[in-house]
T-cell receptor, first 110, second 118 residues
Framework: EDQVTQSPEALRLQEGESSSLNCSYT??????LFWYRQDPGKGPEFLFT???AGEEKEKERLKATLTKKESFLHITAPKPEDSATYLC???????????FGKGTHLIIQP | DTGVSQDPRHKITKRGQNVTFRCDPI?????LYWYRQTLGQGPEFLTY????????KSRLLSDRFSAERPKGSFSTLEIQRTEQGDSAMYLC????????????????FGPGTRLTVL
């Protein structure tokens, strides 16, 4: 059974304090690993897709990386508007529903 | 707005009643997905359609749940004889199956329908 574990569950940072969120996964035949951002009461907002180990993608203050066992979402010099829950999900070969982790609740204090 | 839309945004019902939710995907997307999310958890996959065909169902989708996508455009999710455990956010997502496998499964979510069963 596919498993996605995110850590930490919650993270509080000061504005400008860089950090990383972790996503560990167990899946047979990884087709893709996805990062989403979710604000309270809203649907997840797509951020990145990573397909193979060694791949990296960047968007503004966010950078996602992928190894064979885990992915990291690096947040550089975060701002209060980066506060949200960040979700990691995987898709395996032969199936199309995503398996999500529980997310990391990130709070950036001014 | 050309994103995924869902209706209603909120639904309060009494235990035992039937409810139906609607999802309108991004217009050119041929794949449509339903997920359920409870507080503090990530979304859980329920089912998906490619055009009008329902291709995959999770074991979470009990026989009280039924989904349709009759013309390959909008979709409905019906829950019969609701139970308190059905209280959750129901999310719809859509994606486009393209020639490039890298675009195959980037799913874009709607705002969700929050269901409360009293």
């Amino acid at each position: 059974e596919d498993q996605v574990t995110q850590s930490p569950e919650a993270l509080r940072l000061q504005e400008g304090e860089s950090s990383s969120l972790n996503c560990s996964y167990t899946v047979s035949g990884l087709r893709g690993l996805f990062w989403y951002r979710q604000d309270p009461g809203k649907g997840p907002e797509f951020l990145f897709t990573l397909y193979s180990a060694g791949e990296e993608k960047e968007k503004e203050r966010l950078k996602a990386t992928l190894t064979k066992k885990e992915s990291f979402l690096h947040i550089t010099a975060p701002k209060p508007e980066d506060s949200a829950t960040y979700l990691c999900a995987v898709c395996r070969g032969g199936a199309d529903g995503l398996t999500f982790g529980k997310g990391t609740h990130l709070i950036i204090q001014p | 707005d050309t994103g995924v839309s869902q209706d209603p945004r909120h639904k309060i019902t009494k235990r035992g009643q039937n409810v139906t939710f609607r999802c309108d995907p991004i217009s050119e997307h041929n794949r449509l997905y339903w997920y359920r999310q409870t507080l503090g958890q990530g979304p859980e996959f329920l089912t998906y359609f490619q055009n009008e065909a329902q291709l995959e169902k999770s074991r979470l989708l009990s026989d009280r749940f039924s989904a349709e996508r009759p013309k390959g455009s909008f979709s409905t999710l019906e829950i019969q004889r609701t139970e308190q455990g059905d209280s959750a956010m129901y999310l719809c997502a859509s994606s486009l199956e393209g020639r490039d496998f890298r675009s195959y499964n980037e799913q874009f979510f709607g705002p969700g329908t929050r269901l409360t069963v009293l």
